[in-house]
């Protein structure tokens, strides 16, 4: 069932782009180019030690002989970014999987609004350099903890020296630093702006509720870790269509927990409904959607689930696998 076959790459370049923060260029292993992506899009690295983990792309949509990722070596790491800090060097080869873009550049919008916490400013830096490319109308908000830990300081303080007005970094951390007031930004920003956020979870979380006034089609969020506990109530049958066979769910197990089980081949990766990998249509049934990847509209729509951590509503849920 999973027909999707890794690219193998090798790592051509490990760069330190700030404290704890390293980027690695990927090049096809035998030589070419790889996939296209557009702004916004990651890849999932599949690691030595049986891991899979999702990481934004740094570099410009227009390269398309290499892919760049930045990761942060984090002290809570559940073995994905201490094993490539710690582990990966350059001429080693692993795979990864073809792009997906969950967090799309709305590249004709009058403004964008970018709004970075942390690590989170790795997608933004791609769409940054692709609205450059297209000479369109951008801002950014950026905080860290420190002047250390911020990645791309140095690009960015050209782009601002290039143009003025455009790049706010906030260090929140050092003395007299404070948290991004993410509802002055809201509220200051054009009617017809479109907004970004990538960061921890609290901020992303104070981020949608300080946009409740703008159109939802025109703000974005991306995050990192789950949204919401995964649904494993269980209690609900799984047909897929395209065999007919029928599996009951059963009270602490998700959906992919149950295919998994039975010894299905199911595309799945970070197991938390943020990268949207396992992504499956629904043809009947109420989804009860717990992912982080559909918009407001979509979860209405009921045309799709992310079997990792969404459940159902409904008795029967039949999905198009």
């Not at 490990?14 to 096809?28: F, P």
């Not at 795979?95 to 799309?104: D, L």
């Not at 396992?278 to 799709?304: F, S, Y």
Request: aromatic share 6%; glycine share 10%.
């Amino acid at each position: 069932m999973n027909t999707v076959t890794p690219i193998e790459v090798k790592i051509s370049a490990i760069n330190v782009e700030a404290q704890g923060i390293k980027s690695l260029e990927l090049v096809a292993a035998a030589g070419g180019t790889l996939p296209a992506f557009t702004a916004g899009a990651h890849i999932d690295l599949h690691l030595a030690n049986g891991l899979v983990r999702s990481y934004s792309l740094i570099n410009s949509q227009g390269t398309n002989d290499r892919y760049v990722v930045a990761i942060n070596r984090d002290p809570a790491s559940t073995g994905g970014s201490i094993f490539i800090h710690d582990s990966l060097n350059v001429g080693d080869k692993l795979a990864v999987s073809a792009p997906r873009n969950n967090f799309k550049l709305v590249e004709d919008a009058p403004h964008t609004v970018l709004i970075a916490g942390g690590i989170g400013v790795t997608p933004l830096w791609s769409m940054i350099q692709r609205l450059e490319e297209l000479g369109r109308s951008w801002e950014l908000f950026y905080s860290t903890r420190t002047p250390a830990t911020m990645a791309f300081r140095e690009q960015l303080t050209s782009l601002e020296a290039k143009s003025g007005g455009r790049v706010h970094l906030n260090f929140d951390q050092e003395p007299g630093g404070k948290m991004l007031d993410l509802q002055a930004i809201i509220d200051g920003a054009r009617p017809d702006a479109h907004f970004y956020c990538c960061g921890p979870k609290p901020m992303l979380q104070a981020f949608e509720g300080a946009c409740q006034s703008r159109p939802s089609d025109h703000v974005h969020v991306e995050y990192f870790t789950a949204k919401d506990e995964a649904a494993t109530a269980g209690g609900y049958e799984v047909v897929l269509a395209r065999s007919g066979r029928q599996f009951a769910v059963q009270s602490g197990k998700t959906i992919l927990d149950t295919l998994l089980d039975a010894g299905l081949d199911v595309q799945y990766s970070c197991m938390e409904g943020i990268c949207g990998t396992c992504e499956v249509k629904v043809i009947d049934g109420v989804p009860d959607h717990r992912d982080a990847v559909l918009t407001p509209d979509e979860r209405v729509a009921n045309k799709t689930i992310m079997i990792c951590c969404s459940g159902s509503k409904s008795d029967r849920l039949v999905l198009d696998m």
